[in-house]
């Protein structure tokens, strides 16, 4: 009478409950599997350090990319000794500032619109057709400033700085058209090549890192422009032909590349 079946005491004795098991599809797994949360974190902490990494590989290209641009002494890195010669090397760095953003807006529309640039290239032609003429107003508007700037010197009258150097800045940046296609041109051979990701976060990054790569540069020339003011003293006497002949090679070769096209 006080038999007791075993299978009544199995159902009456209380089981430890397992823990539920966290699927969730990570990157690294195939479909749905069973895993950790210490595997959920041990993958979300490598996807966000490659994340991270990848964010500073595109800020040093971007510096990379600024400094390659601008170092070659161009229209704009004579108008930071011009600057720097005329007024003090405050009124350079705030005009090199202002150079410097207009790059970071530049090198945002050929990275985050390349698709759109790409796909009509009428917008990149207009770009070019558009910078034959606006190089020889400016090389003309050079040339005047150099006649005018050396009868100044014959008369021995110091023509006075004016305007802000920041604003000056931005609108001789952007004047420089052609910034956008070949700023645009090196950022599709970094991603083709595999030094700049493709992803939101690196082209984001390469974008700053571009304007102080650019900056760098800028400064640098503004902090030499009285060495050389005196070691090339006729060439910044006469930096305004030089910038004006500048242009109209600039015209020239940009003519000549739509009409070899």
């Not at 002494?73 to 930071?80: F, S």
């Not at 102080?212 to 032909?241: M, V």
Request: net charge positive.
């Amino acid at each position: 009478m006080f038999e007791i079946k075993a299978s009544s005491v199995a159902r009456n004795i209380k089981r430890p409950r397992t823990p539920p098991k966290i699927t969730s599809t990570i990157p690294g797994y195939v479909g749905e599997k069973p895993v950790t949360r210490r595997k959920i974190r041990t993958s979300l902490l490598r996807n966000f350090t490659f994340v991270t990494v990848e964010t500073l590989t595109g800020l040093l290209v971007g510096l990379g990319t600024g400094v390659f641009i601008t170092w070659f002494p161009g229209m704009l890195n004579m108008q930071v000794v011009a600057t720097g010669c005329r007024a003090d090397k405050q009124r350079a760095y705030q005009f090199s500032a202002g150079l410097a953003t207009v790059i970071g807006a530049q090198t945002t529309l050929a990275v985050f619109f390349a698709g759109a640039l790409t796909r009509n290239p009428i917008i990149l032609t207009s770009l070019k057709e558009w910078a034959i003429p606006l190089f020889i107003v400016l090389a003309v508007v050079f040339i005047l400033k150099g006649f005018r700037a050396r009868a100044a010197r014959k008369a021995q009258i110091d023509q006075p700085y004016k305007g802000g150097p920041f604003w000056r800045g931005l609108m001789m940046s952007m004047m420089n058209v052609l910034n956008i296609p070949f700023i645009l041109a090196i950022a599709g051979w970094l991603m083709a090549a595999g030094y700049l990701a493709s992803g939101f976060w690196p082209r984001l990054a390469y974008i700053p890192g571009t304007a102080l790569g650019a900056l760098f540069i800028f400064f640098l020339y503004a902090r030499l422009a009285e060495w050389i003011s005196e070691h090339a003293a006729f060439f910044t006497r006469n930096i305004n032909f030089f910038l004006g002949g500048l242009f109209v090679l600039l015209a020239a070769i940009q003519a000549w590349r739509l009409w070899d096209a």
